[in-house]
Every structure is written in C-alpha cells, then in structure tokens.
C-alpha cells in the first residue's frame, strides 16, 4: 500500500471555506475515490499563512496514477483545488497501520520525519510495532501508521500520528511535544535526530460526549468511526477498536460468516437483531442492533447498539432490535446533521 503525504497553501481569504468544505463536504466523495483507503486533513499556521496537509493511504501507486491527475493535486479531497496553491506530494511504502481519518473534535496530527541507520530496518519496524501497539491500547493515540521510502542507502521513514488532543502528547511524550517519542526504544535506530511537525486535524464531525453506541464501518468492514459508549461496550480503547474489522469483535467460531451477513446487509440497506461481542478477556455479550447502510454518507455504514440479553434476565430473541430508532441515534450523536445534503 502507499502513503501520501500531501501538502499545499490555503489561498489567502480562503481558510474558512476549506474548512467548512472538509467539514461538510469531503467525506463522501473521498470514500469513493477508488483505491482510497483513507485520508486525514489537518492544517497549521506558517509565516506564510496557512498550510494543508492530507495524509490518504492507497491500495497501491496503480490507483493514485489511473486517476489520470497530477499527483500533486488533492485526489483525496476533490473540490479542494481551487482553494489550494503549490500543492505537492511525496510518496512512501505504507509499512505499518493505516492513516485513517479520525472524527475528534480536538484531535492533533503530529508528522515525524525520522532517517534510520542502513542495515537495521528489520528490528526497527518490529520496535515501532510494539510501540505503537502500547500507544494504542494504554495512552490517547488515535491512529499511528508509518512509511518508508529509499534514499541513498538508508530508509527515509515518515511517521504520522493522530492524538486525541495536545494533552495526550504531552502524557506520552513528555512536556517538550518538539521533542521526538520513543527515544529509549527506538533512537538507537536513528541515523540523525528526528524533525517534528504539529497540525491540527481537520475532524469529518463533532461527536457528542454523551452520544449513544454507535460503530461506523466502511464497506471493508474497517471501523472507521466510534462513539466512546461503542468503545466501552465492546470493551477496547477506541484508538484499538478503529483498528479492527466488524468480524473481529465476534466470537471465534462465527467470524467466517461475517462477510457473508455484511454483504446482504449493505445490499438489503438495513438489519436489525442479536449479536454477539466476544469482548478482550474472552468473555461475551449479547447486544441487540440496528443497521443502516450508507449513512450517513455513502461508503459507510452505521450501527446502533445497546446491551442486552441473558446478563440482564432478557434472552435475545431475532426480533431484537426492532424498537431501536438508528436514525434518530445519529441525529443525537451529530452525525446526520452534517451530511443531509450526501
């Protein structure tokens, strides 16, 4: 897979309107652009106004070339272009994870450019790996994905991280944020002191704190979006969870049949029952869900859950689910406000 790493000037005057359109409007063109797995927008203030930067991840280069652009435009965000100015990309070996776009209200994009010794590269991926697992699972880290690119004899490697807020920075790394992380584990690696770029991430929507359980996936079955209840009633962080599929929350024994239930749900537009959560320790939940598929904007789909079963005295039975209203659960989590013209 590839990474790009797009950067561009926000036209003078034109800031407000380029948030607005991220905001708003590039969601759901973005999902389907093919080949696009993800992408993350974030800005920053320069001396010379504001800079974008657009962290997407591709299936492969084929994907980005067969657009028939200019790699150097904003294929991720199209519509964006007229706001833009001397936009220009470079292009990584996607190593480890994925750069999702990450809906936070006050999440931080913190860009690492970070040269490795020759010859080491091998036990480097497998330090940031376990790394960056622990981030994931102990610490405010939302997304963490890593890419690399050959220059002279040494790896030219780009880490790109997605932070909750400044706050969970500082914890992880230290009051010093200019500072680069992991430098007990990982600076031995190091052929030159990492350089450390801070943006803020422009959020696809504002989820409300108290919002009802709500997972989104996209149509690979990747979680792309969970409201905090969601995280806590499958029992994973969140930065954890949007790193997984839906079959990876069942049971063992009834994962080979997701892919088969997903693909008539997307195409019956909606589903509603019992389902099992096989929750980390082992242990298992019965909830009851409702689905709808391509909401709240194409390429993403959402469900609505809410404990239930033999735990609490009720055994769950296939009409479960019937009572739940999915399209008011996201109107009251601020999902559907945003995306009612998609």
Not at 29 to 41: D, I, K, N, T
Not at 211 to 227: C, G
Request: net charge negative; proline share 6%; hydrophobic share 45%.
């Amino acid at each position: 897979m590839i990474l790009q790493v797009l950067r561009a000037r926000v036209i003078a005057g034109q800031e407000a309107r380029l948030m607005r359109f991220v905001r708003e409007e590039a969601v759901g063109p973005a999902l389907r652009v093919p080949g696009l797995l993800s992408f993350q927008p974030a800005i920053r203030e320069t001396r010379a106004g504001v800079e974008l930067v657009i962290v997407s991840s591709w299936n492969d280069f084929q994907d980005l070339a067969g657009l028939g652009g200019d790699l150097d435009a904003p294929l991720s965000m199209p519509g964006a272009a007229e706001m833009l100015a001397d936009s220009h990309a470079e292009h990584y070996e996607l190593v480890l994870g994925e750069a999702r776009a990450m809906p936070l209200r006050e999440a931080k994009l913190r860009l690492t450019r970070i040269p490795i010794r020759p010859n080491v590269e091998s036990s480097y991926y497998e330090a940031v790996r376990v790394w960056a697992d622990r981030l994931l699972d102990e610490a405010g880290l939302v997304a963490f994905s890593l890419g690399r690119r050959v220059i002279g004899r040494q790896d030219d490697i780009v880490a790109v991280q997605v932070w909750q807020d400044e706050a969970a920075i500082r914890a992880a790394g230290g009051t010093d944020i200019e500072k680069p992380m992991g430098g007990d584990e990982l600076s031995q690696f190091w052929a030159a002191e990492p350089s450390i770029e801070h943006f803020d991430a422009l959020t696809a929507v504002e989820p409300r704190t108290d919002a009802p359980a709500i997972l989104l996936a996209d149509d690979s079955r990747r979680y792309v979006h969970a409201t905090p209840a969601a995280a806590l009633l499958v029992g994973r962080p969140l930065a954890r969870l949007l790193t997984m599929r839906v079959e990876d929350v069942a049971p063992p024994d009834q994962r080979a049949q997701v892919a088969s239930l997903w693909d008539r749900f997307v195409a019956d537009g909606s589903a509603r029952g019992p389902y099992t959560v096989e929750r980390p320790d082992g242990s298992q939940i019965t909830v009851k869900f409702a689905a709808k598929a391509n909401a709240p904007w194409p390429g993403s789909h959402a469900s609505l859950l809410v404990a239930h079963g033999p735990a609490n005295g009720h055994a769950a039975t296939d009409d479960d689910g019937d009572d739940l209203d999915i399209d008011r659960a996201l109107v009251e989590a601020g999902l559907v406000a945003r995306y009612a013209h998609s």
